[in-house]
């Protein structure tokens, strides 16, 4: 992801960035990161940790963070909590400008399709083969905004990791004699690299206006604003 977002940010971006931007290896100081004004991460739970340790005990003026990665644990989530009480911090499964209406679709059509009588759902997701967790953090992202609409509704989650699949995710409602479908397919990875920086160039502009700025959002808050 970091080659998406570095040739987004100088293709489409350019103007709002001045500079090169920090790209940091396993094994490499974080300290760089740490003195930017804004940090993307797409990496590991790992790497994640290590970063959001360094963060927490920096006595510095933190950045804003941008967070993608997914498969966290509870410890891993608490250090994620315990960073936004220091600084802003954004954090996303999935930031697919498509996923985001598509969850708002399900919101706003729960009403209708509770009346009509679907009463169970089966929600597949496809990756390409390399991808490590499963169920993906989308598939339970989905699955947690369901849950706010059709808390009646228990959801079935099927795994499929196959060829290149950059990301599919499919939502069946079972009726009577009859199934309603709705999906997303992401055909290319840099959707998810411009939906990060699109929310990160938020989050930095709201900390420039507002200078002590700490806090958990999400794509939800950046949509709305």
């Given at each position: 992801m970091g080659k998406e977002l570095q040739s987004l940010a100088k293709?489409?971006?350019g103007r709002y960035?001045?500079?090169?931007p920090v790209l940091v290896s396993r094994g490499d100081s974080l300290t760089p990161l740490l003195r930017t004004h804004l940090v993307i991460d797409f990496s590991s739970p790992d790497s994640l940790s290590s970063l959001l340790q360094s963060a927490i005990k920096s006595s510095e003026s933190l950045p804003v963070f941008v967070i993608g990665t997914t498969g966290l644990n509870d410890s891993q989530n608490k250090l994620v909590q315990k960073l936004s009480k220091k600084t802003a911090v954004l954090c996303s499964p999935n930031f697919s400008i498509g996923v985001q209406a598509l969850i708002q679709f399900l919101h706003s059509a729960s009403p209708l399709l509770e009346k009509l009588g679907y009463r169970s759902m089966?929600?597949?997701e496809t990756h390409h083969t390399q991808k490590k967790d499963a169920p993906s953090g989308?598939?339970?992202y989905l699955e947690k905004e369901l849950k706010k609409s059709f808390p009646a509704i228990k959801t079935k989650i099927k795994s499929i990791r196959e060829g290149s699949v950059?990301?599919?995710?499919e939502i069946e409602f079972e009726g009577a004699g009859e199934n309603l479908i709705l999906g997303h397919r992401a055909l290319d990875r840099s959707i998810f690299a411009r939906g990060a920086l699109l929310a990160g160039l938020w989050l930095a502009t709201k900390r420039t206006n507002q200078q002590n700025l700490a806090g958990y959002f999400s794509m939800s808050d950046y949509l709305k604003s």
């Open positions: 293709k489409e971006f960035f001045q500079g090169k089966k929600l597949t989308t598939a339970l950059v990301g599919f995710h």
